[in-house]
């Protein structure tokens, strides 16, 4: 079945540690993207990736990192300089970004939780 | 981008017609009129997206007012599966558009058996 996974799905880490949510995607999607939602809230985009080797920040990206390194996979690294990091995380994918208008794919999504 | 006015909330019965209304006066020629619904602890899954005519799918209608400055979902027949926050959406298929879609705060719908 082709879809977006990510993991883990729970992911704990101490104040000041880097960590780094998966997302890989088979749909042969050129556009990933990274939200993130905080509770009782919409969607909040962090980064996305119209092709390999580019991507632009989004609305939030300040204290988060992103690589496209390969056409499946969309990896976001929260750094300690992110403030308020414990949220839930979920990446995306679409056939393409601009013209006309494509749907995208949710992963399951990664909540992370920062003491 | 363009906004959307949804009501907090809604109450539907199971196997009873459920209406979600989506009021969006701002929205310019190129908008496409998106809907996305989420599940408790899961990722949006796509529903229905429309231009300006009315759309039908497997999952739902899209009922686009004729000056397109409001829309509605329309679930046929509620399950309790249906139970889920509903995104009305506008996205810009035009221009520097990339494919950016911004969530407000949605339709939190409860479906009572």
């Known amino acids: 079945d082709g879809g977006i996974t990510q993991s883990p799905k729970y992911l704990f880490r101490k104040e000041g540690q880097n960590v780094t949510l998966s997302c890989e995607q088979n749909l042969n999607h050129d556009a990933m993207y990274w939200y993130r939602q905080d509770p009782g809230q919409g969607l909040r985009l962090i980064y996305y990736?119209?092709?390999?080797?580019?991507?632009q920040k989004g609305d939030i990206a300040e204290g988060y990192s992103v690589s496209r390194e390969k056409k499946e996979s969309f990896p976001l690294t929260v750094t300690s300089a992110q403030k308020n990091p414990t949220a839930f995380y979920l990446c995306?994918?679409?056939?393409?970004?601009?013209?006309?208008?494509?749907?995208?794919?949710f992963g399951p999504g990664t909540r992370l939780t920062v003491t | 981008d363009a906004k959307t006015t949804q009501p907090n909330s809604m109450e539907s019965n199971e196997e009873e017609p459920v209406h979600l209304p989506c009021n969006h006066s701002?929205?310019?020629?190129?908008?496409?009129i998106h809907w996305y619904r989420q599940l408790p602890s899961q990722g949006p899954e796509y529903v229905i997206h429309g231009l300006t005519s009315n759309v039908n799918n497997r999952m739902a209608s899209l009922a686009i007012a004729e000056d397109r400055k409001s829309s509605t979902l329309i679930l046929h027949r509620a399950t309790l599966r249906d139970a889920a926050v509903y995104y009305c959406i506008l996205r810009s298929a035009g221009g520097t558009s990339y494919g950016k879609l911004t969530f407000g705060q949605g339709t939190i719908l409860t479906v009572h058996p």
């Open positions: 701002t929205i310019s020629g190129t908008d496409y």
């Open positions: 990736s119209q092709i390999v080797n580019d991507f």
């Open positions: 995306a994918s679409s056939k393409g970004i601009s013209g006309i208008s494509y749907e995208q794919y």
